[in-house]
């Protein structure tokens, strides 16, 4: 096991912080208390998905934007403005959204396609189908 520091190690400043850090750090971990140093969260993104695995109606979508439409929707092409902040940050105007349509819906429905970068040929894509709620990155 290792022993304290000594006074004359401790005359070196840093090192002596360092050594009683080591020393006393076993202890410290079998104490109730928070750790000094918490963890940084992690974020849970779930795996990126393939192209293949997007609906028939999101494959066409994500062929559109890369063709630079025509796009069957008004808001298609439009800023997303990640106000869920469920993507990672970015300056207003990288992320614009597109429809993916959804069979039987009388409106736009809930699916979408959010890409990043420039408007024909972005830099990455997203596939939310929930209007939202959660991300898919597409992975061509």
Do not use: W
Not at 100 to 129: L, M, Q
Request: charged share 20%; aromatic share 10%; glycine share 8%.
């Amino acid at each position: 096991m290792l022993k304290a520091p000594t006074a004359s190690a401790c005359k070196a400043g840093f090192a002596c912080i360092l050594s009683v850090a080591f020393v006393f750090a076993p202890a410290l971990a079998d104490a109730k208390s928070p750790p000094l140093f918490p963890a940084l969260p992690v974020l849970d993104r779930p795996a990126p998905m393939a192209l293949a695995q997007l609906p028939p109606q999101g494959r066409a979508t994500y062929a559109l934007i890369y063709r630079g439409g025509p796009f069957p929707h008004d808001k298609d092409g439009t800023v997303f403005g990640n106000r869920e902040r469920l993507l990672p940050a970015q300056t207003r105007g990288y992320y614009r959204e597109y429809t993916v349509g959804t069979p039987g819906a009388r409106n736009r429905g809930a699916r979408r396609i959010v890409c990043g970068g420039k408007p024909i040929a972005p830099s990455v894509c997203y596939y939310t189908a929930d209007h939202y709620n959660s991300f898919r990155e597409i992975a061509p």
